[in-house]
C-alpha cells in the first residue's frame, strides 16, 4: 500500500493478475507433532509481488502493483505487512470472507491446495489507469483466459486518447500457465496463447506434461526440458507483436536445477542459488516469486533474459527460506533493506559473479 502522502512514480514497473490468499498450511502425516501454520499470507499474486518488491526498495517499491482482496475477516497482522512493503498495492475491501486456501498433504506427502471460501479472480477490467500503464504484467491463467485478458488489455489501452500514453511501448507479458491444465489436450489452445505474450514459463513437469512426458522419479531429463521449450518457441512468432514488446523467451523453472532460459537467439542453463537443501524450508511461491523477479529483471534490464532469471532465481531463494514470506528489516548507519537478514541485491551480484559466462 502505497502512502498516499508521497509523491507516486511515472509509472509502474510491474503488475500481477495474480490474487492474494491466506493460506492455512498443514503439515504432512510423517510429522503428527508438528502444529499447523495458520493465517499465512500466500497466493500467485503475493509471491509474484513479493519477488518484483525484493528489487523495489522505496521510493522504487512503489512501482510494484498488485490487488488484495481484503474481505471482513481480514486480520491486521496481515495489513501491516503489506503496509510495510510500501508497495503499490490496491487494496479494495470486500463484503465477502477474504479468500482462502488449504494446503495439506496427501498420504504419500503429495501436497494439495484447495479453497475454503470463494475465490475472486482478478480481470484485466480490474487494472486502474496506472496498473494498465505498467511495463510488465504476470499473467496466471488458462490459455484461452491469457488470449482473453491480453485482448482486453490492449482494447483498454488502446480506447485512452492521452497522446503521451499511446507513444508507450506495450507492456512486457509473462505468462505463467495454470499447472492443472498444463495437459496434451491443451496444447493447441497454449500455442495459440504464444502468440501474445513475450514470456512463458512453466515449471519442468507441467511442460513435460503439455508433451505426455513424465520426467524420472528424482531427476531432470534436461535434455527433455530443452528440446520441449524449443519447440514452445518455434511457435512463439511475432505474429501479434502489436500486443507485446521486449524479448520472446521460454523460461522453464526447474527447481533444484535452476532454470533454463530460451530464445530465438540463445540457450542458457542457470543453477539454483542455493546449493544446499537445508536452506530449503517450504518451496510454497517460489516459482511465483521467480516471475516477479523476472519481470522487474526485464525491465530494468532491457530486456536481458539471462539477467533477468538471476534475478527470478534471487527472488525465488528468499521465498523458500521459511514457511511464508521472507522477514524485511532495516539495518546499518544507511538503514538498507534486509530481508531475512540479507541484502538482496548483494545475493545477486555473488550469483552473478558464480554465473558468469
Not at 523495489?56 to 512501482?63: A, D, N, R
Not at 482486453?152 to 507513444?167: A, G, L, M
Not at 504464444?194 to 512453466?202: D, F, Q
Request: with cysteine; glycine share 8%.
Amino acid at each position: 500500500m502505497a502512502d498516499s502522502g508521497s509523491s507516486l512514480p511515472a509509472r509502474i514497473d510491474f503488475v500481477t493478475l495474480g490474487m492474494f490468499i491466506i493460506d492455512d498450511i498443514y503439515p504432512p502425516p510423517a510429522a503428527p507433532s508438528q502444529l499447523p501454520n495458520l493465517n499465512v499470507v500466500g497466493g500467485a499474486g503475493t509471491y509474484s509481488a513479493l519477488g518484483a518488491r525484493l528489487f523495489s526498495p522505496p521510493p522504487l517499491s512503489q512501482t510494484v502493483g498488485w490487488i488484495i482482496d481484503a474481505g471482513l475477516d481480514f486480520p491486521p497482522p496481515v495489513r501491516d505487512l503489506i503496509t510495510s512493503w510500501q508497495t503499490g498495492a490496491l487494496v479494495r475491501p470486500r463484503n465477502a470472507p477474504t479468500t482462502r486456501g488449504w494446503n495439506g498433504y496427501t498420504a504419500n506427502d503429495h501436497r494439495e491446495f484447495k479453497y475454503l471460501t470463494e475465490k475472486l479472480r482478478i480481470t484485466a477490467a480490474d487494472l486502474t489507469p496506472d496498473l494498465l500503464d505498467a511495463r510488465s504484467i504476470h499473467l496466471i491463467c488458462s490459455a484461452s483466459r491469457c488470449v482473453e485478458m491480453v485482448q482486453q488489455i490492449h482494447h483498454r489501452r488502446d480506447s485512452r486518447s492521452s497522446p503521451q500514453q499511446d507513444s508507450e511501448s506495450p507492456p512486457i507479458l509473462i505468462w505463467e500457465p495454470v499447472p492443472d491444465l498444463c495437459l496434451p489436450s491443451e496444447l493447441p489452445a497454449t500455442l495459440q496463447a504464444l502468440e501474445y505474450v513475450g514470456v512463458i514459463s512453466p515449471n519442468h513437469e507441467e511442460l513435460g506434461s503439455l508433451f505426455s512426458f513424465t520426467h524420472p522419479a528424482d531427476n531432470v531429463d534436461k535434455a527433455a526440458v530443452e528440446a520441449q521449450a524449443q519447440r514452445l518457441l518455434s511457435h512463439h512468432a511475432p505474429t501479434n507483436s502489436k500486443y507485446r514488446s521486449g524479448p520472446l523467451a521460454v523460461v522453464v523453472r526447474v527447481g533444484k536445477e535452476g532454470c533454463y532460459v530460451a530464445t530465438p537467439t540463445l540457450q542458457h542453463w542457470l543453477p539454483a542459488y542455493h546449493t544446499s537443501s537445508a536452506k530449503v524450508i517450504d518451496p510454497t511461491g517460489g516459482g511465483n516469486a521467480f516471475l516477479g523477479g523476472l519481470a522487474v529483471g526485464l525491465v530494468r534490464n532491457a530486456g536481458d533474459v539471462v539477467e533477468a532469471a538471476r534475478y527470478g532465481s534471487i527472488a525465488a531463494s528468499f521465498a523458500i527460506e521459511q514457511v511464508g514470506v521472507p522477514v524485511l528489516a532495516r539495518g546499518g548507519v544507511s538503514e538498507v533493506e534486509l530481508w531475512n537478514r540479507e541484502s538482496v541485491m548483494l545475493r545477486l551480484e555473488e550469483f552473478g559473479t558464480r554465473t558468469m559466462e
